[in-house]
């Protein structure tokens, strides 16, 4: 592993290539990565880089993301076929029709959606803005809240608006149960337990916080408890054990794994960089009507 890691580094350092790596994949992709956040710090990040090339190692959504914020970048996606399967409930022809049955209604997307489906929606949002950008629209409009029903219910508990949800999920999030929190509450006590808002809302009120991964350091950096249950895809614990070497973290049993953002391995990222594969590609008025929702989110004060 250290002489692939070198390798990278090397490569790096040769293609002055920026890596991304979402708070999800395998620790030793997150230790070779320039930027390690969620999608909303990554999503800044993409909008300030002047890198010719990023290599964005996450889901293809994240990708696009990427692309869409720096389209004069190359950005590659060492594993094409890491995809989401909440993103691909959502597809861009549904919404459309979706659309035309609720002319009224303002469209949010969670980002997790492809670019085909930002660039028919009016607004994005992430699990760290969700409230915000939902609060930002005018009270008297219905909100058409798409596709993770699960973050859009949980929004509708503080924000009051009229709401329809597009009716899908994370299926790793949506696996979690108040069962499996109140094992973990006994097995660990004293330790809050930090929940993802992908959960259901029944489950996220049996945890003690909930909030995106990036809000979960902020969380933890004021909350003095000695140790907590992380309730969401179990690399962000990576992270949080080297930002705060003196916690202790606890993964629910059973862990709870994306498949697809364990698709990047080392070797993956090596022949990426080696080769120059597995560029995102999108067309130029994709990019432009996908980019509209995002900047408009990213907007929002
Ligand atoms: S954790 Fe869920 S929402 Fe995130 S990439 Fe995996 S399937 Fe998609």
């Given amino acids: 592993m250290q002489d692939l890691t070198a390798e990278i580094l090397e490569l790096k350092k040769s293609t002055g290539a920026v890596i991304f790596a979402h708070n999800y994949v395998a620790a030793e992709i997150q230790d070779i990565a320039d ?8 999503s800044l990040k993409a909008r300030d880089c002047k890198a010719e090339l990023i290599l964005f190692c996450g889901v293809s959504f994240m990708a696009e993301t990427a692309k869409i914020l720096s389209p004069g970048s190359t950005v590659l ?3 094409p076929d890491a995809g989401c399967p909440m993103a691909d409930m959502a597809p861009a ?3 459309k029709m979706m659309r ?21 929606v009016d607004i994005c949002c992430t699990s760290a803005n969700a409230e915000k950008i939902v609060s930002s629209l005018p009270a008297d409009k219905k909100v058409l809240f798409l596709p993770d029903r699960n973050l859009g219910r949980n929004v509708s508990e503080t924000v009051e608006r009229e709401y329809k949800f597009w009716d899908g999920c994370c299926p790793i999030h949506d696996k979690i149960t108040c069962d499996m929190i109140l094992a973990a509450k006994a097995a660990h006590p004293g330790c809050p ?3 993802h808002p992908e959960c259901r809302p029944e489950v996220v009120k049996c945890a003690d916080y909930a909030a995106s991964t990036g809000k979960m350091l902020s969380i933890i950096r004021n909350d003095n408890s000695e140790g907590f249950v992380i309730a969401t895809e179990e690399g962000i614990i990576h992270r949080m054990k080297k930002e705060f070497p003196d916690r202790k973290f606890y993964a629910l049993t059973p862990c709870v794994i994306c498949e697809d953002m364990k698709k990047i391995t080392l070797e993956s990222v090596r022949d990426a960089l080696k080769f120059k594969q597995h560029e995102v590609k999108l067309d130029a008025a994709t990019i432009e ?10 907007d929002v004060k």
């Fill in 77 to 79: 996606l060492p594993v």
């Fill in 35 to 42: 930027f390690v956040g969620d999608s909303l710090e990554l």
């Fill in 100 to 120: 035309s049955e609720n002319p009224d209604a303002v469209f949010v997307a969670y980002v997790n959606t492809t670019a085909a489906t930002k660039a028919c």
């Fill in 193 to 195: 337990v930090i929940i």
């Fill in 289 to 298: 009507n996908a980019r509209l929702p995002i900047e408009r989110m990213l």
């Fill in 93 to 95: 022809e549904e919404v």
